[in-house]
């Protein structure tokens, strides 16, 4: 059974940091392009980031870049996002999401990703 599942979310206040977890089952991460999205309540889906299958490209949403940084541990299987400094407008349901060699210019393209997880909640607020 194809799988990802994320992990490490949770309530942290202003300024703080968490590192998101996403572990993949049934399946190899090796050839999958990963991305990070992120729904608020109200708010569509957006897209935070997204790393290369070789982990030698990544991409931050302009608004994010400086504070989130994604990488992926392929002999592990699972990806990460590590989020600091953060803010009461972080706050949402984060999601992991792969894709099979997807294009950089794709990356931020949600409804190209076959495979998703179920998302894991953050709530910055003091």
């Known amino acids: 059974q194809v799988q990802l599942v994320e992990s490490g979310g949770g309530l942290v206040q202003p300024g703080g940091s968490l590192r998101l977890s996403c572990v993949a089952s049934?399946?190899?991460?090796?050839?999958?392009?990963i991305g990070w999205f992120r729904q608020a309540p109200g708010k569509e889906r957006e897209g935070v980031s997204c790393?290369?299958?070789?982990?030698?490209?990544?991409s931050y949403a302009d608004s994010l870049k400086g504070r989130f940084t994604i990488s992926r541990d392929n002999a592990k299987n699972t990806a990460y996002l590590q989020m600091n400094n953060l803010k009461p407008e972080d706050t949402a349901v984060y999601y992991c999401?792969?894709?099979?060699?997807?294009?950089?210019?794709?990356?931020?393209?949600?409804?190209?990703?076959?495979?998703w997880g179920q998302g894991t909640q953050v709530t910055v607020s003091s």
């Open positions: 049934g399946f190899t991460l090796d050839y999958y392009s």
């Open positions: 999401a792969a894709d099979y060699v997807l294009g950089r210019s794709s990356w931020f393209i949600s409804g190209l990703y076959d495979n």
């Open positions: 790393i290369s299958v070789s982990d030698k490209s990544t």
